[in-house]
């Protein structure tokens, strides 16, 4: 049983809410009362001093982070390692999932420019962590390698991870591949260098032209740029459109 016993007016509220969202049974009591026999895990708020019974485990909840608790509750209650492993399924909105040793905790799917600030949110203060992202969509992969700090990451063969999606489950296929990955060992890497190749850098310059009011795409070198990172498409064709400009005034006048 969860008991939540603390004065904390915030961190009850924070945690029962989180509590109920997820369907999970708890009690709460005043820290002076007695426990009941049954209790397993206790919440508390961190530097709060209560007295707990022996062979309560204890979670101390920050008020700024009620899921993160609630997390760490679940995660003892099933007996799991606590380790956090962040699963990764890259592409131009990456699939992101959460686990706190085999369980699940959260789940993600946003932009890939978002990718690395939800890591960076999700390890910290997390003992040991871990990123493992898939090996496809190279270069959306490798950007996203790159805006990972401090974390160890693994590169992990991605292949057979995506789920047959049934009735009812379009556009999950991208958080399940992640919740795969994440369960996958792979090679730990520090970056991932990668020559985008001309198809991968006609994409680019593809999408640049359906995102330009102009109906014009980017160069190959500011293509190359988006590929790398080092501008958005959206970046680049500022740039292109201005570079444009530049040319129609420095054309001579034929009048």
């Known amino acids: 049983m969860i008991v939540v016993a603390t004065e904390d007016f915030e961190v009850y509220h924070g945690v029962v ?7 999970v049974a708890f009690t709460t009591i005043e820290p002076s009362e007695d426990w009941p026999d049954e209790a397993d895990v206790a919440v508390i708020a961190e530097g ?18 009620p899921r993160r608790a ?32 085999e369980m699940v ?33 190279r270069l959306v992969g490798a950007r996203i390698i790159d805006d990972i700090q401090s ?11 995506t789920p047959y999606l049934g009735s009812g489950a379009r556009g999950m296929g991208d958080v399940l591949a992640a919740v795969n990955i994440a369960r996958l060992e792979g090679e730990e890497i520090e970056s991932r260098t990668i020559e985008p190749t001309a198809g991968e850098l006609q994409k680019i ?12 795409a980017i160069s190959e070198e500011l293509a190359r740029q988006v590929a790398t990172g080092a501008l958005t498409v959206e970046e680049a064709l500022v740039e292109h459109n201005s570079d444009s400009s530049t040319d129609d005034e420095d054309a001579p006048d034929n009048e």
């Not at 890939?112 to 090996?135: K, S, T």
């Open 17 to 23: 809410n989180e509590l109920r969202d997820r369907g």
């Open 48 to 65: 709060e001093s209560v007295e707990i019974p022996d062979g309560v485990d204890l979670v101390q909840a920050d008020p700024d982070a």
């Open 70 to 101: 609630v997390e760490a509750v679940i995660s003892t209650l099933r007996g799991g390692d606590g380790r956090t492993v962040i699963g990764i399924d890259p592409g131009e909105r990456p699939g992101v999932a959460i686990l706190h040793g």
């Open 105 to 137: 905790v959260a789940a993600f799917q946003v932009p890939a420019a978002e990718a690395g600030e939800i890591v960076r949110e999700e390890v910290e203060d997390a003992v040991n962590p871990v990123v493992r992202i898939g090996d496809g969509a």
């Open 151 to 161: 974390v160890p990451v693994e590169l992990v063969d991605e292949t057979g991870t």
């Open 205 to 216: 310059k593809d999408r640049s032209r359906e995102k330009s009011d102009t109906n014009r």
